[in-house]
T-cell receptor
Framework: AQKITQTQPGMFVQEKEAVTLDCTYD???????LFWYKQPSSGEMIFLIY??????QNATEGRYSLNFQKARKSANLVISASQLGDSAMYFC?????????????FGTGTRLTIIP | DSGVTQTPKHLITATGQRVTLRCSPR?????VYWYQQSLDQGLQFLIQ???????AKGNILERFSAQQFPDLHSELNLSSLELGDSALYFC????????????FGPGTRLTVT
Protein backbone atom coordinates (compact mmCIF):
# COMPACT_ATOMS: atom_id res chain seq x y z
CA ALA A 1 0.00 0.00 0.00
CA GLN A 2 1.16 3.50 -0.79
CA LYS A 3 2.12 5.41 2.31
CA ILE A 4 1.62 8.79 0.65
CA THR A 5 -0.95 9.30 -2.08
CA GLN A 6 -1.24 12.38 -4.24
CA THR A 7 -4.12 11.83 -6.63
CA GLN A 8 -3.70 14.97 -8.75
CA PRO A 9 -0.90 14.50 -11.30
CA GLY A 10 -1.46 18.01 -12.63
CA MET A 11 -3.50 21.11 -11.86
CA PHE A 12 -4.11 24.38 -13.67
CA VAL A 13 -5.16 27.36 -11.60
CA GLN A 14 -5.84 30.98 -12.46
CA GLU A 15 -3.46 33.48 -10.93
CA LYS A 16 -4.65 34.98 -7.61
CA GLU A 17 -7.01 32.08 -6.92
CA ALA A 18 -6.53 29.72 -3.98
CA VAL A 19 -5.50 26.16 -4.72
CA THR A 20 -5.69 22.95 -2.69
CA LEU A 21 -3.27 20.11 -3.34
CA ASP A 22 -4.44 16.78 -1.99
CA CYS A 23 -2.42 14.36 0.09
CA THR A 24 -3.54 11.28 1.98
CA TYR A 25 -1.28 9.13 4.07
CA ASP A 26 -1.24 5.70 5.60
CA UNK A 27 0.45 4.86 8.87
CA UNK A 28 -0.30 2.94 12.03
CA UNK A 29 2.28 4.87 14.03
CA UNK A 30 0.69 7.46 16.37
CA UNK A 31 3.74 9.72 16.02
CA UNK A 32 4.45 11.07 12.59
CA UNK A 33 5.16 14.25 10.70
CA LEU A 34 3.86 15.52 7.40
CA PHE A 35 5.82 17.79 5.08
CA TRP A 36 5.26 19.64 1.85
CA TYR A 37 8.07 20.47 -0.55
CA LYS A 38 8.10 22.52 -3.74
CA GLN A 39 10.31 21.58 -6.67
CA PRO A 40 10.53 24.28 -9.37
CA SER A 41 11.83 23.48 -12.83
CA SER A 42 15.34 24.30 -11.65
CA GLY A 43 15.20 21.08 -9.60
CA GLU A 44 15.86 22.10 -6.02
CA MET A 45 13.58 20.88 -3.23
CA ILE A 46 12.20 23.73 -1.15
CA PHE A 47 10.68 23.03 2.26
CA LEU A 48 7.28 24.69 2.63
CA ILE A 49 5.46 23.52 5.73
CA TYR A 50 5.42 20.89 8.48
CA UNK A 51 2.62 19.36 10.56
CA UNK A 52 3.20 17.04 13.49
CA UNK A 53 0.66 14.37 14.34
CA UNK A 54 0.15 15.78 17.82
CA UNK A 55 -0.13 19.40 16.74
CA UNK A 56 -3.52 20.75 17.74
CA GLN A 57 -3.65 23.50 15.16
CA ASN A 58 -3.15 23.42 11.43
CA ALA A 59 0.26 24.66 10.35
CA THR A 60 0.56 27.93 8.46
CA GLU A 61 3.53 29.61 6.77
CA GLY A 62 2.70 32.79 4.93
CA ARG A 63 0.47 31.91 1.97
CA TYR A 64 0.77 28.20 2.74
CA SER A 65 -1.46 26.36 5.14
CA LEU A 66 -1.90 22.69 5.82
CA ASN A 67 -5.44 21.36 6.19
CA PHE A 68 -4.76 18.49 8.56
CA GLN A 69 -7.65 16.06 9.05
CA LYS A 70 -6.27 13.31 11.22
CA ALA A 71 -9.30 11.03 11.21
CA ARG A 72 -9.37 11.09 7.42
CA LYS A 73 -5.58 10.81 7.21
CA SER A 74 -5.33 13.76 4.91
CA ALA A 75 -2.88 16.65 4.86
CA ASN A 76 -3.84 18.93 2.03
CA LEU A 77 -1.73 21.96 1.14
CA VAL A 78 -3.61 25.20 0.57
CA ILE A 79 -1.92 28.03 -1.29
CA SER A 80 -3.77 31.30 -1.06
CA ALA A 81 -3.62 34.03 -3.70
CA SER A 82 -1.57 31.98 -6.13
CA GLN A 83 1.27 33.61 -8.05
CA LEU A 84 3.01 32.73 -11.30
CA GLY A 85 6.06 31.73 -9.27
CA ASP A 86 4.02 29.00 -7.59
CA SER A 87 4.18 26.93 -10.79
CA ALA A 88 6.16 23.85 -9.79
CA MET A 89 5.95 20.24 -8.65
CA TYR A 90 4.67 19.82 -5.12
CA PHE A 91 5.50 16.79 -3.01
CA CYS A 92 3.85 15.59 0.16
CA UNK A 93 6.06 13.53 2.47
CA UNK A 94 5.77 11.70 5.76
CA UNK A 95 8.17 10.80 8.53
CA UNK A 96 6.99 8.00 10.81
CA UNK A 97 7.97 7.48 14.42
CA UNK A 98 9.83 9.67 16.87
CA UNK A 99 13.25 8.12 16.97
CA UNK A 100 15.40 6.04 14.74
CA UNK A 101 13.26 6.47 11.64
CA UNK A 102 13.78 9.92 10.26
CA UNK A 103 13.57 9.13 6.58
CA UNK A 104 10.94 10.84 4.49
CA UNK A 105 8.56 8.89 2.28
CA PHE A 106 7.37 10.97 -0.65
CA GLY A 107 4.27 10.94 -2.80
CA THR A 108 4.41 11.05 -6.57
CA GLY A 109 3.83 14.79 -6.68
CA THR A 110 1.40 17.23 -8.26
CA ARG A 111 2.47 19.53 -11.06
CA LEU A 112 0.84 22.92 -10.47
CA THR A 113 0.62 25.42 -13.30
CA ILE A 114 -0.56 28.95 -12.58
CA ILE A 115 -2.25 30.62 -15.53
CA PRO A 116 -1.92 34.40 -15.90
CA ASP B 1 19.49 28.90 -0.43
CA SER B 2 18.98 26.01 2.02
CA GLY B 3 22.54 26.08 3.31
CA VAL B 4 23.19 22.52 2.12
CA THR B 5 25.80 22.30 -0.62
CA GLN B 6 26.34 19.51 -3.12
CA THR B 7 29.05 18.95 -5.67
CA PRO B 8 29.22 18.45 -8.54
CA LYS B 9 26.01 19.89 -9.93
CA HIS B 10 26.15 17.73 -13.04
CA LEU B 11 28.01 14.50 -13.75
CA ILE B 12 28.13 12.55 -16.99
CA THR B 13 29.87 9.20 -16.98
CA ALA B 14 29.84 5.84 -18.72
CA THR B 15 28.41 2.52 -17.65
CA GLY B 16 30.67 0.53 -15.36
CA GLN B 17 32.34 3.60 -13.91
CA ARG B 18 32.45 4.83 -10.32
CA VAL B 19 31.57 8.31 -9.08
CA THR B 20 31.54 10.15 -5.78
CA LEU B 21 28.95 12.74 -4.84
CA ARG B 22 29.71 15.17 -2.06
CA CYS B 23 27.45 16.93 0.42
CA SER B 24 28.05 19.53 3.11
CA PRO B 25 25.16 19.90 5.57
CA ARG B 26 23.88 23.12 7.07
CA UNK B 27 25.93 24.47 9.91
CA UNK B 28 24.92 22.69 13.11
CA UNK B 29 23.04 19.85 11.44
CA UNK B 30 24.28 16.43 12.48
CA UNK B 31 22.05 14.30 10.26
CA VAL B 32 22.61 13.81 6.55
CA TYR B 33 20.20 12.00 4.27
CA TRP B 34 20.63 10.86 0.68
CA TYR B 35 17.71 10.58 -1.73
CA GLN B 36 17.44 9.50 -5.36
CA GLN B 37 14.90 11.02 -7.72
CA SER B 38 14.29 9.18 -10.98
CA LEU B 39 11.45 9.23 -13.46
CA ASP B 40 10.36 5.66 -12.80
CA GLN B 41 11.00 5.40 -9.04
CA GLY B 42 10.18 8.92 -7.92
CA LEU B 43 11.87 10.26 -4.79
CA GLN B 44 13.39 7.48 -2.72
CA PHE B 45 15.31 7.52 0.52
CA LEU B 46 18.71 5.86 0.26
CA ILE B 47 20.54 6.24 3.56
CA GLN B 48 20.94 8.44 6.64
CA UNK B 49 23.97 9.27 8.73
CA UNK B 50 23.98 10.90 12.11
CA UNK B 51 27.19 12.34 13.52
CA UNK B 52 29.32 9.94 11.52
CA UNK B 53 27.31 6.79 12.04
CA UNK B 54 24.85 5.08 9.74
CA UNK B 55 21.38 5.58 11.17
CA ALA B 56 18.90 4.21 8.64
CA LYS B 57 18.99 2.47 5.31
CA GLY B 58 16.42 2.57 2.57
CA ASN B 59 16.40 1.27 -0.98
CA ILE B 60 20.12 1.58 -1.47
CA LEU B 61 21.79 -0.81 -3.87
CA GLU B 62 24.83 -2.81 -2.78
CA ARG B 63 26.81 -1.02 -5.50
CA PHE B 64 26.19 2.22 -3.59
CA SER B 65 27.83 3.21 -0.34
CA ALA B 66 28.06 6.34 1.76
CA GLN B 67 29.92 7.75 4.70
CA GLN B 68 29.93 10.82 6.90
CA PHE B 69 33.23 12.31 7.94
CA PRO B 70 34.24 13.94 11.25
CA ASP B 71 33.62 17.39 9.76
CA LEU B 72 30.07 16.12 9.02
CA HIS B 73 30.30 16.30 5.26
CA SER B 74 29.10 13.16 3.50
CA GLU B 75 29.95 11.31 0.33
CA LEU B 76 27.83 8.94 -1.71
CA ASN B 77 29.82 6.48 -3.79
CA LEU B 78 28.16 4.85 -6.78
CA SER B 79 30.04 2.05 -8.53
CA SER B 80 29.54 -0.27 -11.52
CA LEU B 81 27.16 2.32 -12.85
CA GLU B 82 24.22 1.29 -15.01
CA LEU B 83 21.99 3.32 -17.29
CA GLY B 84 19.21 3.06 -14.70
CA ASP B 85 21.33 4.88 -12.14
CA SER B 86 20.80 8.11 -14.07
CA ALA B 87 18.90 10.32 -11.64
CA LEU B 88 18.95 13.43 -9.49
CA TYR B 89 20.67 12.70 -6.20
CA PHE B 90 19.76 14.89 -3.28
CA CYS B 91 21.43 15.34 0.03
CA UNK B 92 19.40 16.75 2.91
CA UNK B 93 20.31 17.68 6.45
CA UNK B 94 18.46 18.30 9.67
CA UNK B 95 18.96 18.94 13.31
CA UNK B 96 18.78 15.69 15.22
CA UNK B 97 15.21 14.91 16.10
CA UNK B 98 12.42 13.59 13.95
CA UNK B 99 10.23 16.66 14.39
CA UNK B 100 12.59 18.81 12.39
CA UNK B 101 12.30 19.48 8.71
CA UNK B 102 14.95 18.31 6.32
CA UNK B 103 16.59 20.94 4.15
CA PHE B 104 17.66 19.77 0.73
CA GLY B 105 20.71 20.65 -1.28
CA PRO B 106 20.47 21.59 -4.97
CA GLY B 107 21.11 18.02 -6.07
CA THR B 108 23.61 16.32 -8.36
CA ARG B 109 22.27 15.27 -11.73
CA LEU B 110 23.96 12.05 -12.77
CA THR B 111 23.76 10.89 -16.36
CA VAL B 112 25.11 7.46 -17.20
CA THR B 113 25.69 6.88 -20.91
Amino acid sequence: AQKITQTQPGMFVQEKEAVTLDCTYDTSDPSYGLFWYKQPSSGEMIFLIYQGSYDQQNATEGRYSLNFQKARKSANLVISASQLGDSAMYFCAMREGLKGNEKLTFGTGTRLTIIP
Amino acid sequence: DSGVTQTPKHLITATGQRVTLRCSPRSGDLSVYWYQQSLDQGLQFLIQYYNGEERAKGNILERFSAQQFPDLHSELNLSSLELGDSALYFCASSVQGAAYEQYFGPGTRLTVT
